[in-house]
Nanobody, 124 residues
Framework: QVQLVESGGGLVQAGGSLRLSCAAS????????MGWFRQAPGKEREFVAG????????YYADSVKGRFTVSRDNAKNTVYLQMNSLAPEDTAVYYC?????????????????WGQGTQVTVSS
């Protein structure tokens, strides 16, 4: 049974940092693309960042490029999202997701597994 469990969310002031973690279990994810998405109230869930587990290549949404960094720890089977220079518009529930085919980075419907989400709130 595949499980993705996010942690690390919380309340932070604008300009601050948070690191989200996604602990993955239940199968080997070496051929997967692991993505981070977020959903703000009243908005659609949007792609934030992704990493191809096998080779470590990454891809970012323009809105977070230069501020967020996605990485993975093979030994811990965990994916991270380091978020710096946070702004109020980054406030959302952040979700970790796994894409088996690994063709698209950004399309939600190509991700097979999702975590339960973790709330990030950035105060001004």
């Amino acid at each position: 049974q595949v499980q993705l469990v996010e942690s690390g969310g919380g309340l932070v002031q604008a300009g601050g940092s948070l690191r989200l973690s996604c602990a993955a279990s239940g199968r080997t994810f070496s051929n997967y693309v692991m993505g981070w998405f977020r959903q703000a109230p009243g908005k659609e869930r949007e792609f934030v960042a992704g990493i191809r587990w096998s080779e470590g290549s990454t891809y970012y949404a323009d809105s977070v490029k230069g501020r967020f960094t996605v990485s993975r720890d093979n030994a811990k089977n965990t994916v991270y999202l380091q978020m710096n220079s946070l702004a109020p518009e980054d406030t959302a529930v952040y979700y970790c997701a796994a894409n088996r085919r690994g063709i698209s980075w950004t399309r939600r419907n190509e991700y097979d597994y999702w975590g339960q989400g973790t709330q990030v709130t950035v105060s001004s």
